[in-house]
């Protein structure tokens, strides 16, 4: 009972949520727009390829549907959530609820690698497209502006990292450029969000159109490579690139993140969520089946895997429009994942868990305008050094560990107040275990959760003994900054510990 002790009442939390000074101005399909620019950026412009030509093969299709189902189990649940607690922060929210201020803190920092860190990773894909676009145009940038300072070794990942003396400035920019669009209200930067995610959806919709007509099937056999080792192609290779393809469908998150700032929470929550998943989803298998079709696989282990897709299709105009496709789509991710993020940030400053600039509100915009810039700067430097080889797989541990927190929820709201209206409830019911009720959705997300997990783990455990610790290292160097964060910070400043101390002190 320690450890969840310091626990938020829905009756608090709801109370908090109403006193929060946001501008409530979205609506279902600003909320969906918001989902699919997430989701659909960096996941398929980039990680794609990778996960073809490492682990999966042609199989990548089945390890995106794999991926979509594990994602599914936790977005109806986070429907559920949102619907019945229509408050900012995500899951961090939820846990608090739950499970308490320790865990929600764990949360909170797991969720800024899902957030944070992953838009590192965008910035990535974004460097390389806009590079390859330029070169497209004769402008040659020198490589010292758009390569990250670390990188892997040219044996491959695996066989450890190595340092270079150039930074991805080019990325950087983009961080920078995202943050100070958010500064100006989210009605605006949705409104660019939107503009932005119908040009991205049309020119993939486009590119599924054209190259499905250029497919050649012997690039489809066999579907399923054999195996060359644990967790490289055959079966396990399937689940190994699930796990990394996870990352792609971190972006639907990203709607619960901004209920505070919905028309209707309850209602326009939960659609934009279920909603945004499914268009993603659909775009990324038919994305996925044209991209192994065309190019050999073992050719995709590149940052710009759909251009060379289209080189080999060989329509000039196809190309540019792809291009320009990824350069504008990753921004649109961009905006998307710094706006969750400064969101979770913000409730987490009003619990005091972090310090009070990340909760201070812009007079004018009625933005988290400090917040907003500190989080631009530091994901801005982390481009400028880190590749996204390092953190894509630390981006899916952190989300994976989220979901399950977020599953979890349902099954103890529903026992704590099984009378709480809900608008929107998780399908198929459940069953009682001693009295206590356990739904078949969100036991199916924990499960799924935790087999995107195992794949990750026994790789970075596996990368240890081929002299590449570095994974782990930044595991648990993570691990050990958000323990003192918190046990440094966050539980002296909390707002709900002084409100159980002051009892004792009167």
Not at 378 to 403: E, H, K, N
Not at 413 to 419: K, L, M, S
């Amino acid at each position: 009972m320690a450890l969840i002790s310091k626990r938020k009442s829905l009756e608090q939390i709801t109370k908090e949520a109403d006193s929060h000074n946001l501008h409530r101005c979205l609506g279902p399909w600003r909320l969906t727009t918001i989902g699919v620019g997430a989701t659909v950026g960096a996941g398929i412009f980039v990680m794609t390829g990778t996960a073809a030509a490492n682990f999966a093969g042609p199989a990548v299709v089945l390890s995106f549907i794999i991926a979509a189902i594990a994602c599914l189990f936790t977005a109806l649940s986070y429907g559920e959530l949102s619907s019945t607690i229509p408050v900012a922060g995500s899951a961090y929210s939820y846990a608090y609820t739950s499970l308490g201020e320790k865990f929600a803190w764990a949360v909170g920092w797991l969720l800024l690698l899902e957030y944070g860190i992953s838009a590192v990773s965008v910035a990535s894909g974004f460097s390389s497209y806009s590079v390859s676009l330029l070169q497209d145009l004769h402008i040659n940038l020198p490589s010292f502006i758009h390569h990250p300072m670390f990188q892997p070794s040219p044996e491959g990942y695996n066989k450890g990292i190595i340092i270079v003396k150039s930074m991805d400035l080019v990325g950087a920019m983009c961080v920078m450029m995202a943050s100070i669009a958010l500064l100006f209200g989210v009605s605006e930067s949705t409104t660019i969000n939107g503009i932005i995610v119908t040009i991205k959806v049309g020119i993939l919709i486009l590119f599924i159109a054209i190259g499905f007509f250029y497919i050649n099937p012997m690039n489809l056999t066999p579907f399923i490579p054999e195996s060359t080792g644990a967790m490289n192609f055959g079966t396990t290779g399937i689940f190994r690139a699930a796990s990394t393809t996870f990352f792609a469908y971190i972006g639907f998150e990203v709607v619960s993140t901004a209920a505070s700032e919905a028309k209707n929470p309850q209602k326009d929550v939960p659609f934009g969520i279920v909603a945004s998943l499914g268009i993603s989803t659909l775009i990324y298998i038919g994305v996925a089946i044209v991209l192994v079709g065309v190019v050999p696989y073992k050719q995709l282990n590149v940052s710009d895997p759909l251009a060379i897709a289209t080189n080999y299709i060989n329509i000039p105009f196809l190309t540019w429009t792809l291009k320009i496709s990824a350069v504008i789509g990753l921004c649109s991710v961009m905006l998307a994942l710094l706006y969750g993020q400064t969101r979770i940030f913000f409730i987490m400053a009003k619990d005091g868990l972090l310090p009070p600039a990340f909760c201070g509100l812009h007079p004018r915009y009625k933005t988290p305008w400090r917040g907003t810039l500190i989080l631009g700067v530091c994901v801005s430097i982390a481009t400028a050094f880190l590749p996204i080889d390092i953190i894509s797989d630390l981006v899916s541990l952190g989300t994976a560990s989220a979901f399950i927190i977020v599953c979890f929820t349902v099954i103890w709201q529903r026992n704590a107040h099984p009378d709480l209206p809900r608008p929107f409830e998780v399908p198929l019911g459940g069953f009682y275990l001693r009295e206590i009720w356990i739904g078949y959705i969100p036991m199916l997300g924990i499960i799924s959760c935790i087999a995107m997990i195992i794949p990750l783990l026994i790789d970075m455990v596996s990368s240890i003994f081929h002299h590449n610790p570095i994974p782990m290292i930044l595991l648990i160097s993570y691990a050990v900054v958000g323990f003192f964060g918190y046990y440094g910070y966050g539980r002296k400043h909390s707002v709900i510990g002084k409100q159980h101390q002051s009892p004792n002190q009167s």
